[in-house]
């Protein structure tokens, strides 16, 4: 197949990509033929590259032809073991403020504080800076009260008894049996809402991310100012965008915890007769 490359590009490297590409769901094993039809490649070349294949242990030879070998999965899971868990949920959150025109973040429960851990923000002017690393006290901020609703109540005892060290004063001081209530409301409905609980004219909605076990390990937000969107904007057209792009990140955590501890390090097993 012809292909516009720059002078360094090198064509045996993509032709044998082409080959290990060609093999489809419901299709693991292909002859000679499949393969030269499907890749456009002569027969003779096709031929040449199986063999490399094969000697490197990306395939096999099968009763009809050749099938590909576990150890291709190698080459996605390099890619996979590259990034954190927050690198993976950034594109999905870069999705999400082009759909709200709003900032978003993600934080972790650190006591009785949550610790803002990735963020993409959009110029809007706000009462309190956020930077990587800003805390704020759980219980006055949407995306606090999401991670505060998933702990157990021995949990929730040891956080809530640990001195927050934010140095913010929150508007909203609730006691124990307000919060209580606002945490089980959080549970029912899986995501919570702080209308300028923490500050005037701070406005978020936030639900929880998950991990390949179910639990919730973060928090997603949508921030937006007070003065320029409702609750009911917020709720109504922010919230659906945010619960779905929390799904999407809770299901490429839930792939990555299911990479096998052995191909994370690199020493995934060959197979043995």
């Known amino acids: 197949m012809a292909r516009q490359a720059g002078p360094d590009f090198i064509e045996a490297l993509a032709r044998g990509l082409d080959v290990l590409r060609c093999f489809q769901p419901g299709q693991p094993v292909m002859t000679l033929s499949e393969i030269a039809g499907a890749t456009g490649l002569a027969r003779p ?66 006591g009785s504080d949550i610790v803002y851990v990735t963020r993409v923000a959009v110029p809007k002017i706000i009462t309190l800076a956020v930077t990587i690393g ?47 209530a606002a945490l089980r409301e959080v549970r029912a409905r899986g995501w919570a809402l702080a209308d300028e609980d923490l500050a005037p004219g701070i406005r978020s909605v936030a639900t929880g991310v998950r991990d390949g076990h179910g639990r919730v390990v973060a928090a997603l937000n949508v921030t937006v100012h007070a003065a320029e969107t409702s609750v009911r904007q917020l709720t109504e057209e922010h919230l659906p965008r945010l619960l779905c792009a929390a799904a999407d990140i809770s299901r490429d955590w839930a792939l990555l915890d299911s990479v096998p501890a052995a191909v994370h390090s690199g020493l995934a097993p060959t197979a043995t007769g």
Do not use: C
Request: no cysteine; net charge negative.
């Open 45 to 110: 070349t096709v031929r040449r590259i199986l063999l490399t294949l094969d000697e490197l242990g990306y395939v096999r030879s099968a009763e009809r032809g050749f099938a590909l070998t576990p150890r291709v999965l190698e080459l996605g899971m390099t890619y996979i073991n590259s990034l954190s868990m927050w690198d993976i949920a950034r594109p999905h959150m870069q999705r999400l403020v082009t759909q709200t025109n709003e900032s978003t973040s993600m934080a972790q429960l650190d």
């Open 134 to 180: 800003t805390r704020f006290p759980a219980p006055a901020t949407s995306m606090g009260k999401v991670l505060l609703a998933a702990l157990s109540p021995v949990e929730l005892d040891e956080a809530l008894a640990q001195p927050g060290r934010s140095g913010v004063t929150a508007k909203w001081q609730p006691d124990r049996d307000e919060l209580d």
